[in-house]
């Protein structure tokens, strides 16, 4: 999950907490920038870049 600390990143870290999903966090800014990220958080799944609206969905769906 690419994070910068927001409150929606605090968010989507604690729902992938509540169903156990492992995952790592990173901060660095620059990765962001280069990858096209315009906004946080993102959470890459499977090579998947998924906005904060979509990774909520994925995370509700998954089993927990």
């Known amino acids: 999950m690419y994070s910068t600390n ?4 605090k968010v989507l870290a604690q729902k992938l907490m509540d ?3 492992e ?10 920038i280069s990858r096209g990220f315009m906004s946080a958080p993102v959470l890459m ?3 998947e870049a998924m906005n904060f609206t979509d990774a909520i969905k ?3 769906n998954k089993e927990g």
Do not use: A
């Open 19 to 21: 169903k156990n999903i």
């Open 58 to 60: 994925w995370v509700n």
């Open 45 to 47: 799944v499977d090579g």
């Open 6 to 9: 927001c409150p929606r990143c």
């Open 23 to 32: 995952f790592r966090i990173s901060e660095n800014v620059d990765e962001m």
